[in-house]
Structures are given as C-alpha cells and as structure tokens.
C-alpha cells in the first residue's frame, strides 16, 4: 500500500511533521514496515482542505494531527 | 579562458566600538574584479567615514578608469583632516583581477597581500612609487586558477600585542597560518574567516584594533540556476524549465518550490522523489531529482536562506558556528551554503502564479511573499559582491 503525506508549505504549516510521525511510529507498532509505503508528496494543489494532504493508493485524504491515529485506523488498518 | 574569483571578507571591530574603522569594496566592471581594503586612522566613527570615504573614492574612481595618481590625489584632497592629529590618513590596498588573468596590486602602509599559489607563498616584489609624498606600491602579474590572494588590515599583525604575543602576531606567522588554511579550505569566505577568527582569540576576543581579513580566490565560474514559483501562465511553464535548464556544463541547479518541482519533473520526464526526513522541525524535508543539485520547498526555506544570508553579509556575526549551521543537512542551509561557497553568479527563474490556496488567513505565515524574497536574496547575494539576474515568467 502505498501512502504519500503532502510537505508543501501549507501543510507543512498544517502538521505534516507531526502527520509523519505519527504515522511512522504507527506503522512500525504495528509491524507494517513490508506492506505499507510511506512516501513523502509536494503540493498536490489540494491546500485548501484543513488538514495535511495524505493519500492511500491515490486515494486523497485531509488528516489534520490530532486526527492522525483514527485516520490510521480506519483507512490503513481498515484495509488490510 | 575567462579567468573568475571567489571573494570574500571578514572584520572584528576594536573591542566596544559599534563601527568599523576598516572598509572593503568589491567591484565589478565589465572586465576585471576588484577588491578594495581600506584602515582609517583611530577607531569608531572617524576612522569609519576615513576608510569609507577612501575606499568608495577608489573605487569610483577605478570603475571609471581614472589613473592611479589621479585616486591618490583625489583622497589626499578629499580626506578630512583629524582635529587631534592634525592628519588625514587612511591606508589602503587594491587588488584588480582581470577576466584574462591580468592581475594589478597597489598597497599603501597595510600589511603586505599574502599571495598564495599551488600552497606556496608568492614573494611580492618592492616596486615604490611616490605619489602625494605617499609610498605605494605597485604589482602586476598574472593569477591562474587556484591562486588565493589576502588583502589585511593592521589589526591582524598587531593581534595579541603586549598579551599573548609580545610583538604581535608576525606576518610571517601569519602568512604560514593562512598557507595551512588554504590547504583546507575551499572557499574564499572559510579562508577569511580562518584567518580573522585566529586573529580574534589572540586578542582573547577583545580586539584591541579593528581587524579586517579580505580573500580573494582565482577559481572557474561557477554558475548556479534557480528556480521557485510556477508560472503565471501555465503555457509557459516549458519555457521557463528549458531556459532554468540551459547554460553550460558546470552549472548547479536549484528548485525551490514543491509545485515548481513538479512541474520540473512534468517536463523533463524526470521522477521526483519525495523524502519524509524532518532533519530540522522548521524545515520541510527536500526532495531528489536527477540533474537537479537541490530540490526543496518554497517560500519557509527560501526564509530561513535569506537569514542566513543575511548573518552572512553582515559581517559581525560570521563565526565558525555560522559554518556549522550551514554545513547542516536541512534544505535551508545547503542552499545557503550553495550560494554562499558554491556560486560565483546566480540567475534566478522566478514565476509569478500566486497560489490560490496559500490565500488563507488561516496559516500562521504569509506564504504569499515570493517575490518579496527574491527581491531580498538578490540584494544579500549581491551584497557577496556576485552578479544576479532574475527572470519573471
């Protein structure tokens, strides 16, 4: 599964650090380091959303830091 | 072959004074480089408007071709004279490069250019002339690639006097410390700062003179391209990666601008590749792309550049801790480092398109200020005394 988190500048300054690493720690807890691919994505021209830019197989999500954990949850746990 | 330098400098003021009583000028004319050291008499505010007054003659004067005697006479004319003293004095070297390898030196009553070729020191030969009833000499020869040249204001020589060193820190000495340094170091602002920083502990950080280091390496071109912003017009964007793209073999090239990379990689073909490596909070993570030196974020690194930049070009604060923060992995201080130690000119591709979605009062920084960044990197990277250009699409 492959999975981008934006770091543009907007959502940079939404959190994406706090997005990543979260979800890096996530993944690893959970022992997905084989299935799942964290990637890193420029601006995708979708900012204007209120969380960070994130997408699951090209699918796109706005995942604001706090939300991080249900977010992993439900869309990356949920499809495995 | 067009010969080109690496110029840089760096003063200590004397111990609690606010101005320094050194001045460097670094000038370009169509044909030659020039690098201009003058010392003003006493410290603070007089030995400050001496040594401007002297070097910015000069270096008027040079850049519309008047003679030698001609500047001489003029800053004997012109100089104020002291009520103490009764004189008026500024000492000064100026060393003129020309882009056929043709190199002019003119020294008067400041330590001696230490000359240093393939790591040996290069003896300057006595040629006096008596100008104004002023002794100056004069020196023409030819650099090549590799030669580094440091002009010095007295402050070095008389580092440690009375303290650390009895009779100060010896030209000598002070010639075999920068021989070591340029053995390892690259660029022309390391070497400055070597040598200026030496200085500065011998004067166990109280500089009893202001003391000023200017370097000047004979280096190739070093061209570096760099882009940021999408373009106003979408159907220029081709337009503006061809000509970001072009230029000779030896150029760098940098995108600032996670949009602006995208639309590299769009029209080269070229994958990008996105990291996730926070190496510093403030700072979004780069990104790699064939071809390209250096691919970061926009308008955040193109910030944190400009500060750099500018505790660059503001010379007081230019310590060895300043180079340890550039040599930091984060996009900011490689770019900085870049143009600082990497670059001998820059042009800047910058496009115009304002993104729609940083219109959002919502963020906690103007992200909308590109162009009032460029405007603030051309000013710092010319103030290095480097040729910039700038490019709207």
Redesign the interface.
């Known amino acids: 599964m492959r999975v ?7 959502c ?3 959190g ?2 706090e997005v ?2 979260q979800m ?1 720690d996530l993944v690893a807890q959970n022992g997905l380091s084989d299935k799942v691919d ?6 995708s ?4 959303k209120e969380g960070v830019c994130v997408t699951v197989d090209g699918e796109l999500y706005s995942v604001k830091p706090e939300e991080t954990k249900g977010f992993f949850e439900k869309e990356i746990l949920g499809r495995m | 072959m067009g010969i080109t330098v690496d110029v840089a400098y760096k003063s200590f003021n004397k111990f609690g004074e606010v101005l320094c009583g050194d001045k460097v000028e670094i000038l370009q004319t169509e044909d030659s480089n020039i690098m201009i050291l003058a010392d003003g008499m006493g410290s603070g505010v007089k030995a400050n408007i001496l040594a401007t007054l002297t070097s910015k003659i000069l270096g008027t004067m040079f850049l519309n071709g008047a003679t030698l005697e001609e500047c001489v006479e003029t800053i004997v004319d012109t100089l104020p004279i002291c009520q103490v003293r009764k004189v008026a004095y500024s000492t000064f070297s100026i060393l003129q490069v020309f882009h056929s390898g043709e190199a002019y030196l003119v020294e008067f009553d400041n330590p001696g250019c230490i000359y240093i070729r393939d790591g040996q020191l290069v003896p300057i030969p006595e040629n006096i002339r008596v100008i104004k009833d002023k002794k100056i000499n004069e020196f023409r020869f030819r650099v090549k690639k590799g030669d580094a040249l440091i002009l010095m204001s007295d402050g070095t020589v008389h580092a440690g006097v009375g303290q650390l060193l009895n009779f100060g820190w010896l030209w000598e000495d002070i010639a075999a410390y920068a021989q070591k340094q340029y053995c390892r170091t690259i660029s022309a602002a390391r070497l400055a700062t070597a040598v200026c920083e030496a200085c500065d502990e011998l004067y166990m950080y109280r500089p009893g003179d202001d003391t000023t280091v200017a370097c000047m390496r004979i280096i190739d071109s070093k061209p570096v391209h760099l882009m940021t912003g999408p373009a106003e017009n979408k159907d220029d964007d081709k337009k503006m990666v061809d000509e970001f793209m072009s230029g000779e073999d030896n150029t760098k090239r940098i995108v600032c601008g996670g949009t602006s990379a995208t639309i590299v990689s769009r029209v080269l073909g070229r994958p990008l590749d996105v990291s996730l490596d926070y190496v510093d909070p403030e700072i979004p993570p780069m990104a790699y792309m064939e071809g390209i030196e250096l691919v970061t974020e926009g308008v955040l690194t193109l910030n944190r550049v400009i500060k750099l930049l500018r505790r660059y070009v503001e010379k007081e604060v230019v310590t060895d801790e300043f180079f340890q923060e550039l040599d930091k992995k984060n996009g900011a201080s490689m770019v900085a480092k870049m143009l600082i130690e990497d670059c001998t000119e820059l042009h800047l591709y910058v496009g115009k398109a304002i993104n729609s979605a940083y219109q959002n009062p919502g963020l906690p920084f103007d992200l909308g200020i590109r162009q009032n960044l460029v405007e603030q990197l051309r000013h710092a990277v010319e103030e290095m005394g480097k040729p910039v250009t700038v490019t709207y699409y």
Do not use: D, E, Y
């Not at chain 1, 981008?4 to 907007?10: P, V």
């Not at chain 1, 964290?38 to 601006?43: K, P, R, S």
């Open positions: 981008t988190i934006c770091i543009g500048s907007a940079h300054l939404k994406s650090r990543i690493s890096q964290l990637n890193g994505a420029f601006c021209g979708n900012c204007v």
